[in-house]
Every structure is written in structure tokens, then in C-alpha cells.
């Protein structure tokens, strides 16, 4: 992708080359077709999902380079195109960066999930991002006044925990107090710790660092295993639990081999994993199938997010029930960019970083 020359509007945005090759270029304002609006682009948030973009230079499902790129974003309404009657110029939005297509085999099954033409959307790294029309109609939610930018941007992230969580509730006979382990405290992890913590739930966390042992408590853990402070997490967890049998809801956050064991190994006769953390393809993971048979354990995996799991997740953070605020730790320019990735990748305390285009 070239610099766009003899347009009448260009604009500042991120594009991806390839690994750890992400160029700020002047490209060419996006204008709305049938259905689409238009947004400038208030606030933009880093995620784990764009990190390994930009460590491995592509993502297989979401965009392949030279490709605009990130996903989390929040702004206002600058044209629409055709036939939009939801919103007008100057509304304040959010908009996820995919919606599925509402008929095929998984959207049939209410698993839109995994719709098989689920669309996605990329380029919240720049000053406007152009929303197809089907993420128009399914996924674009119009933020109230009050809440900022950045906050709203982390519908996106917050609707997979959320959908991660219900899928635990209707996979397990849940009760207020029961005991959620979150193995991992990257951003992810912290969301599910809050949202569980919401919900009722007493939760342990599994984390590493001396700093986010203090993260997991302020995101609502009561108790905190730190990793390397005990030869054996399993038993460290277990031990928290009425008679060491377990907790009733595992969730792996880290996405390596060693944690998904333990998530296994850490949950309770009858209860549940959900293995949200994705490992590389091809990672292959050891299991004790006479503990899983005899103990009648489920495991759960939870992939991306729903427009249902969207507008829940959008309710907690417009009613101030999450703690939004606490997650942006960073602000930077666009033009800073490829800086704030080189800090993530250094493994910094930071949770999101948001970028002000």
C-alpha cells in the first residue's frame, strides 16, 4: 500500500508490511458505500490479538498485508452512506470489528461465532475507519454521553470474556460464591477477573509478576497464586478451596501448554475449564483422561465474541459496573506506534495503551 497521491483527503493511518513492519503512511479518507458509515476515529486501544499481529505479520482470519490495521477503536460518526436510518453525522460510536452473516450453518445454530463468512474489520490505528454495512446494522452501538472514547473501545475485548463466562454459566449449574481460578493477567485475564468478580464469583488468580499480583487484586481477586513464589500452582489453588477439591470454574488465560494442564488439574470433580487462551497452531497439550472420564469434567473453549455478548458487554461499561479507567495505563500518538509495540513485547506492566490519532 502507497502513499496515496492527487487525493482530494488523505489521512494519517498504520499499515501493516509484514513482521514487526508496521509503516505510518498517508492514505486516502475512506468514504461510506450503501450502508456504511464513517468514523473519526477518537481513541484506538492495543491488544494482545494486534501484538501478535505485529510479531508474527499477519493474522490468517482477520487481514492479510499490506493490510490497515487494529480493531479496538471508538468515535464519531463523520458521513454515512445509503441507506443507514441508525446512525447520522455526529453521532458518538462504537463498532466491533466483525458481525456475522445471520444464515449460515453456525448462524442457524446460534453459534454466529463461527459464522462461516463472519466479516471482519481492521484500520483503528488512523484518523477514520470505514464501517461495512453489515457491522453497521449488527455491531455499532451509539455511546451516551459521559463516557469517554477509550472506555467505549473496550466493548471488543470485553464481549469475548463475557460471551467466555456465559458459556461456563450455561455449561455448569453456577451459584453466588462459587470459585473461579484465572490463570494469566495480561489484559484478558484481568477482564475476566473483573467480570467474574461482578457476577459473584470468588476468584483466584494465577499470575506471574510481583505487579500483577497487585493488578489481580485490584481487578477483584480475593486470593492471588504467584507462580514463581510456589513449586506447585495446582496444589497452591487447590489448598484455597473447601477440603483442596477444587475450584469450580478454570479459566486459561496464557495460551502455552503447561496452563491448560493446570486448569485441568485445578478444577473440581464435576466441574469446568475453559480453555480461552489460543496456543500456535499445531501446539499439542497432555491430559489425564482418567481424571477427566471418572471426575466428570467439562472442557470449554471459547472463541471471539457475539453481537449479543457485545451489547452485555457494552451494559457494564456504560453503567460503570467495570472498571474501565483502570485498564488504560498508556496513551501515545499514532505516530508512536511501532514504540508502544516494542514496550508490549518487552512484557511491560501495561494493560492498553490508547492510541490518540
Excluded at 75 to 81: H, K, P, S, Y
Excluded at 237 to 259: F, H, M, S
Aim: with cysteine; charged share 20%; proline share 5%.
Amino acid at each position: 500500500m502507497s502513499t496515496v497521491q492527487n487525493a482530494t483527503r488523505v489521512m494519517t493511518a498504520a499499515v501493516l508490511y509484514g513482521q514487526q513492519d508496521v509503516r505510518i503512511e498517508h492514505v486516502a479518507v475512506p468514504e461510506p458505500g450503501p450502508g456504511e458509515i464513517v468514523v473519526e476515529i477518537k481513541a484506538a486501544l492495543t491488544c494482545g490479538t494486534d501484538l501478535k499481529v505485529y510479531k508474527r505479520g499477519y493474522h490468517a482470519k482477520m487481514l492479510t498485508p499490506p493490510a490497515l490495521f487494529g480493531h479496538e477503536f471508538a468515535g464519531v460518526v463523520t458521513a454515512v452512506g445509503d441507506g443507514v436510518r441508525r446512525f447520522s453525522e455526529g453521532d458518538r460510536v462504537v463498532a466491533l470489528n466483525s458481525a456475522p452473516c445471520g444464515v449460515c450453518f453456525h448462524c442457524e445454530r446460534n453459534q454466529p461465532n463461527l459464522c462461516d463468512d463472519l466479516l471482519f474489520n481492521n484500520g483503528a490505528y488512523a484518523e477514520y475507519i470505514r464501517v461495512p454495512a453489515r457491522i453497521v446494522e449488527k455491531n455499532t452501538l451509539r455511546i451516551p454521553d459521559g463516557v469517554a472514547y477509550e472506555h467505549a473501545a473496550l466493548t471488543e475485548p470485553l464481549a469475548c470474556v463475557v460471551r467466555g463466562l456465559d458459556e461456563c454459566e450455561s455449561a455448569l449449574e453456577t451459584r453466588p460464591g462459587d470459585t473461579v481460578a484465572v490463570i494469566g493477567a495480561g489484559p484478558i485475564g484481568l477482564m475476566f477477573m473483573n467480570v467474574a468478580q461482578i457476577a459473584g464469583y470468588r476468584v483466584i488468580a494465577v499470575v506471574k509478576h510481583d505487579e500483577q499480583v497487585r493488578l489481580a487484586r485490584l481487578f477483584g481477586a480475593a486470593e492471588v497464586v504467584q507462580t514463581t513464589k510456589t513449586s506447585d500452582p495446582v496444589a497452591a489453588v487447590r489448598a484455597l478451596t473447601p477440603d483442596a477439591r477444587g475450584v469450580d470454574i478454570a479459566i486459561e488465560a496464557v495460551a502455552v501448554p503447561d496452563t491448560w494442564e493446570w486448569a485441568v488439574d485445578m478444577v473440581r470433580a464435576g466441574g469446568l475449564v475453559n480453555f480461552f487462551g489460543g496456543p500456535a497452531a499445531g501446539t499439542r497439550v497432555a491430559l489425564d483422561t482418567n481424571r477427566l472420564h471418572y471426575n466428570d469434567i467439562t472442557l470449554k473453549a471459547s472463541f471471539h465474541h457475539t453481537p449479543d455478548a457485545a451489547r452485555k458487554a457494552f451494559a457494564l461499561v456504560t453503567e460503570g459496573k467495570f472498571q474501565s479507567a483502570e485498564y488504560i495505563t498508556g496513551r501515545a500518538r499514532l505516530e508512536d506506534l511501532n514504540d508502544v509495540f516494542r514496550r508490549l513485547m518487552s512484557r511491560t506492566q501495561e494493560i492498553k495503551t490508547a492510541i490518540l490519532p
